[in-house]
């Protein structure tokens, strides 16, 4: 029998630090396990195939196979942080030569930076770096503010998207790396995250409350979605899930070859990222990210629900240092602190409201019935 969490007061999840707060939504059984713990290992083999050690290797050598000839045999990209980094690092091992493509939105940290230099000396691999115009991504970004909606990271990780497929399409590229894994990111609520390949739900955000013609943002349109993924072929790869990943393990093996420094949070390679996560989403949205990424350590037996306790007990932003990053981001978007504080005030807005992407789905019979004519003519 599931029990509803509603008006039944503060309820946590026995196994994870997952809880009422974080997801009014948040099913528990009637021993109190949430619909987290029962969707994980639901899930698991759907993302961890058994045979991973045996099938492994043998794509490693599929991705060799197809790039001869080629200047890369793979595409991955480099945050500086702790997946994208171990995930370079294996593919060194694995004697992969990807190319190495890196989004500068001009919100990196330095120590990101320091991190991304060190990992491309060291590794002899090359980088290409996108900066983006930043008067247009400052649009972009104060769109989403101005529009109320939750993840405001959209505007990244759409441009991210479209970098890595433009550039695949460029140099023959059949297979993109990505450094998500299942094992500490399967868990996230539905509603504290927007799909990031939506250009329909972006541009509409942006037509409403931008004020500049987007001339260089690199945008994932629904067309170019279909052409690199049914098309072209070119196949996403999760590596990390097919080996044993361990995140405390990831950091100290980087430490010790690249003389990798840690950041101090998820994604806080990004001065925005680490500003959104830790003062935006609680203050605004009453989200707190580390709730979610904690209870994925647990459930992958990599860290106690004891430990993921004790990290909840820490301040997110020490006074001092919140008051710094606030003046340093306010300032580098423009923004006034009257309009900071009405902002923070305002009810959350659903993305949805600004529509969305559905082209896609109509396009998949046509496009099935469109891809073996596709591959014969590419034979011949």
Known sequence: MVLSAEDKGYRQCILTVMDNIADPDIRFDEKGVSSYVHDFYTHYEKNIPPNASELLPQIIEKIKKDGKGKPYDCLTGISGGVDSSYLIYKAKEWGLRPLIVHFDNGWNSE?????????ISKTGFELFTLVVNWEEFKDIQLSYIKAGVVDL????DHAIYATWFKLSKKFKINYVLNGNNYITESIMPNSWIYNKADSVNLMNIHKQFGTKELKTYPL???MQQLLYKNILNIEVIKPLNLIDY????AKMTLINEFGWADYGGKHYESLYT???QAYILPEKFKIDKRKAHLSNLILAKQITKGDALKE??????????LAADKKYFLKKLGITGDFWDDYLKKSRVEHLVYGRQEFLSEMYPIIKLLRPIYKFFKRK
């Not at 120590?111 to 990992?119: G, K, L, M, T, Y």
């Open 220 to 222: 994932y349109k629904p």
């Open 246 to 249: 361990n995140k405390a393990t």
């Open 111 to 119: 120590i990101a930076v320091r991190n991304i230099n060190n990992i």
């Open 153 to 156: 990271e959209v505007p990244t």
């Open 312 to 321: 909840l007990e820490t301040q997110l932003y020490a006074p001092l240092e």
């Open 274 to 276: 680490k500003f959104y």
